[in-house]
């Protein structure tokens, strides 16, 4: 897989930027639960209408700068997937060009198609993952569990236990799915 980066390399100002839409994106979600605590707290509590006006207006200013921000983020994401794909598809067809006719009688023909075509989709896949819901969840956890201890931390304990417990049995799930996937691949 590292050999792989270096294909990802041209693209990394584009990722980077991407990624920081990403955090972009993160932030106004998560300023949304806090605006509606606002309205609550500030507004509805306070009988206060013009609190609850002008939070709405910040939460739909957030909700469309979020949405925008969102469409950088999958434009960027996309273009950076799809340009590394079509650059180890590139690489790999010209390796194959450089192959003697004995390799290719080994090799086979349905080998060296599955390599140029779901093998590199998968890891192209995973690139454009990675700038997108690998890794806005994690943001999104780790920022609502900040929000969450701020406001209840006994609830926030609760819930990062929780957590824990997910992960232990998503861990456990990709444990015993991950042979299989493998097998499957093989055959």
């Known amino acids: 897989?590292?050999?792989?980066?270096?294909?990802?390399?041209?693209?990394?100002?584009?990722?980077?930027?991407?990624?920081?839409?990403?955090?972009?994106?993160?932030?106004?979600?998560?300023?949304?639960?806090r605006l509606l605590q606002q309205v609550i707290d500030q507004g509805v509590a306070r009988h206060d209408l013009a609190a609850v006006v002008r939070t709405a207006a910040m939460m739909?200013?957030?909700?469309i700068a979020g949405a925008l921000l969102s469409l950088g983020n999958t434009a960027l994401a996309v273009?950076?997937?799809?340009?590394?794909?079509?650059?180890?598809?590139?690489?790999?067809?010209?390796?194959?060009?450089?192959?003697?006719?004995?390799?290719?009688?080994?090799?086979?023909?349905?080998t060296l198609m599955v390599r140029?075509?779901?093998?590199?989709?998968?890891?192209?896949?995973?690139?454009?993952?990675?700038?997108?819901?690998?890794?806005?969840?994690p943001l999104l956890i780790v920022g609502s569990m900040i929000l969450m201890a701020q406001v209840n931390r006994q609830l926030a304990f609760i819930l990062f236990s929780l957590l824990l417990l997910t992960l232990v049995v998503v861990f456990a799930f990709a444990?015993?799915?991950?042979?299989?996937?493998?097998?499957?691949?093989?055959?």
């Open 1 to 33: 897989m590292t050999r792989l980066l270096r294909f990802l390399k041209p693209y990394v100002g584009q990722a980077i930027i991407a990624l920081l839409l990403l955090f972009c994106v993160a932030g106004a979600d998560l300023a949304i639960p």
């Open 60 to 63: 739909v200013a957030a909700s």
């Open 79 to 110: 273009r950076v997937s799809q340009s590394f794909g079509a650059d180890i598809r590139n690489a790999a067809f010209r390796h194959i060009q450089t192959l003697s006719f004995g390799n290719l009688d080994r090799l086979h023909t349905g």
């Open 116 to 137: 140029l075509g779901s093998d590199v989709s998968s890891v192209q896949m995973l690139v454009m993952m990675s700038m997108r819901v690998l890794t806005r969840s």
């Open 175 to 187: 444990d015993r799915a991950l042979p299989l996937f493998r097998s499957v691949q093989v055959k």
